[in-house]
């Protein structure tokens, strides 16, 4: 197995080398312009989606730039501003601890005070 996550609900996933296809992924940031060296937030929660982002980004030579869900949009605009983020890649939301966690908000709000 190559990624085996626990998901909120205590299932679990697993995907081989084969079912993850890191290379075969890459061209799909070609939407949002991303190339090597360019510096993209990562605001998602863990688990497969996350660890796959994270896995096509440095493919495609991307540097990535963790970011807690727990975090506020200051600091949000904190890193953004401080390591020239290209792009932030995060779901509309998820949950944690059963509770939903709003990213969309917490980025348009960031990005309006940038």
């Known amino acids: 197995m190559a990624v085996v996550?626990?998901?909120?609900?205590?299932?679990?996933?697993c995907l081989t080398?084969?079912?993850l296809?890191?290379?075969g992924l890459g061209p799909?940031?070609?939407?949002l312009a991303l190339c090597a060296a360019d510096r993209v937030g990562l605001l998602m929660e863990n688990g497969v989606e996350a660890t796959t982002?994270?896995?096509?980004?440095?493919?495609?030579?991307?540097i990535v730039v963790p970011m807690f869900s727990g975090f506020g949009s200051d600091a949000i605009v904190s890193?953004?501003?401080?390591?020239?983020?290209?792009?932030?890649?995060a779901p509309h939301g998820f949950h944690r601890r059963g509770r939903l966690i709003e990213t969309?908000?917490?980025?348009?709000e960031a990005r309006a005070a940038r």
């Open 79 to 89: 890193r953004v501003s401080s390591c020239g983020t290209h792009a932030i890649i």
């Open 53 to 62: 982002t994270l896995f096509r980004l440095t493919y495609i030579g991307a």
């Open 104 to 108: 969309a908000a917490v980025i348009h």
């Open 5 to 13: 996550a626990e998901i909120e609900d205590g299932s679990v996933v």
């Open 21 to 23: 296809k890191v290379g």
């Open 17 to 19: 080398y084969v079912e």
């Open 28 to 31: 799909d940031f070609a939407i």
